[in-house]
């Protein structure tokens, strides 16, 4: 299962995912995700409020304390396909 990176902003979401899951942070950079998102990444909300790949960078950096404070662990893909 998956869950949108925006519900790791809420201390009370990283604890429910921690008590009930593990969840593993799967740590690309924000030009894989582009690429991994294709067409869709002009369908996202948050990355219509500037120029995308600012935005992507900026979220990665407002949300990656989230993402390891709720991850059990990471992986980095590298050039790997998902």
């Known amino acids: 299962m998956t869950c949108g990176g925006g519900i790791l902003g809420r201390a009370e979401n990283r604890a429910l995912l921690k008590r009930?899951?593990?969840?593993?942070?799967?740590m690309v950079d924000p030009r894989t995700a582009?690429?991994?998102?294709?067409?869709?990444?002009?369908?996202r909300p948050l990355l219509r409020r500037g120029?995308?790949?600012?935005?992507?960078?900026?979220l990665l950096d407002a949300r990656a304390?989230?993402?390891?404070?709720?991850?059990?662990g990471g992986v980095e893909p590298g050039g790997q396909s998902p």
Not at 34 to 43: I, S
Not at 65 to 72: L, N, Q, V
């Open 51 to 58: 120029p995308v790949a600012v935005r992507r960078r900026a």
């Open 20 to 26: 009930r899951a593990c969840a593993i942070w799967l």
């Open 65 to 72: 304390s989230a993402y390891a404070a709720a991850a059990a």
């Open 34 to 43: 582009a690429t991994r998102l294709g067409a869709l990444g002009g369908d």
